[in-house]
Every structure is written in structure tokens, then in C-alpha cells.
T-cell receptor, first 109, second 115 residues
């Protein structure tokens, strides 16, 4: 069974710090990796996706992928209180992504 | 313009009732999904349709019946509602082409409470 593991948290960081969110997956055939953000009471929204080993940057967000070690991470630089949310990792092989249970991030002023 | 829209957003109903949730997407995607998110926030796939054809049916009680009249619509009908059906149900859609083809876009969710 394909599994996607995330630490449920909460991960608490001070405003302005770097938040580091991690995700590991079991299926070595996985090709696409996604990070979603979900605010309380809202639907998940896509932050970014990555499918090549290495880093991918988009504004304050950087996704890092290491297929050999089967992990993907999300770094949030200059964290803001508005970044407080649950971050869901999703991993896809040839078809339907499998979601992790999410990591709750709290950015305190 | 809402890309993936679902109705109703909130639904409170009694045990034993039958209810439906409707979903429509205007993104031109060929695949639609129903996900269930429980109180612990775990997002679990229930069904997936590709061009109106059922392609994924996870272990879901047969009280849940999806229907896709066309590739832009996917409705969910639930019979004989139980307390454990209380959850948030998300409709979603995606293309299925290429590496990024299965990026999933979610509707706003339907909060179902069974009392």
C-alpha cells in the first residue's frame, strides 16, 4: 500500500523564521509531488509541485525532492502568521495522488 | 468564476435520511473525484471518474453512489445516513496528462453533519 507520512505537529515557529515541513513516501515509482495548504474550515489549495530531484523555488516557498531517500520537503522563508495552516503532502505515481495526514504549522508573532 | 463548485456547503440531517451533494467544474478537466476528510483531517479518496467512467472506487459503503452525467459534473448520493458519515466531502478535478497532469483542484467542501 502506498503511504505518505508527515509529522502531524504542530510545528511552531516565530515570525520571520524558516519553517521546514517534511514528507516521506513509500512508493519508489512516484513521479509527482505536491504541497497543499489548508486553512481551518477551507479546502486544500495547491502551493507548488515538483517532479525533479533538487530544489524548486516559488517566492518564499522552496520544495526539495530527494527520490533516492524518498522524501520531499517544503521550506517557508520569512514565515508569517498568515502561513499558519495545515500543509498536506501529496505523492503520485501514474495516477491518483495519495495524501499525507498533514502537518499543522503555527507561526507566532 | 469558481473553478470547482459544490453544493450544498453545509448540510445537517438526521440519521437514516438520504442526501445528495452536487459538483461541477469549469476547468475542462477530464477527471473528477470525491474525497472525504474526517475529524482528524485525513483526506481520503472515495471515487474517481474519468470522462464519466468510474475508475476508482475505494472501500466505501455501497450507501454511497456517485453519478457523473458528463465530465464536468460528479454528484454524490448517500443513502441511509449514519453518524459516522459526518465529515467534510470535497469534490475535486484534474487533467490526467503528463507529470503535472494530476494536480488536483478542490472545491470548497460540503460539511455534512448527521444527527
Amino acid at each position: 500500500q502506498k503511504e505518505v507520512e508527515q509529522n502531524s505537529g504542530p510545528l511552531s515557529v516565530p515570525e520571520g523564521a524558516i519553517a521546514s515541513l517534511n514528507c516521506t513516501y513509500s512508493d519508489r515509482g512516484s513521479q509527482s509531488f505536491f504541497w497543499y495548504r489548508q486553512y481551518s474550515g477551507k479546502s486544500p489549495e495547491l502551493i507548488m509541485f515538483i517532479y525533479s530531484n533538487g530544489d524548486k523555488e516559488d517566492g518564499r516557498f522552496t520544495a526539495q525532492l530527494n527520490k533516492a531517500s524518498q522524501y520531499v520537503s517544503l521550506l517557508i522563508r520569512d514565515s508569517q502568521p498568515s502561513d499558519s495552516a495545515t500543509y498536506l503532502c501529496a505523492v503520485s505515481g501514474s495516477y491518483i495522488p495519495t495524501f499525507g495526514r498533514g502537518t499543522s504549522l503555527i507561526v507566532h508573532p | 468564476d469558481t473553478a470547482v463548485s459544490q453544493t450544498p456547503k453545509y448540510l445537517v440531517t438526521q440519521m437514516g435520511n438520504d442526501k445528495s451533494i452536487k459538483c461541477e467544474q469549469n476547468l475542462g478537466h477530464d477527471t473528477m473525484y470525491w474525497y472525504k476528510q474526517d475529524s482528524k483531517k485525513f483526506l481520503k479518496i472515495m471515487f474517481s471518474y474519468n470522462n464519466k467512467e468510474l475508475i476508482i472506487n475505494e472501500t466505501v459503503p455501497n450507501r454511497f453512489s456517485p453519478k457523473s452525467p458528463d465530465k464536468a459534473h460528479l454528484n454524490l448520493h448517500i443513502n441511509s445516513l449514519e453518524l459516522g458519515d459526518s465529515a467534510v466531502y470535497f469534490c475535486a478535478s484534474s487533467h490526467t496528462q503528463g507529470l503535472t497532469g494530476n494536480t488536483i483542484y478542490f472545491g470548497e467542501g460540503s460539511w455534512l453533519t448527521v444527527v
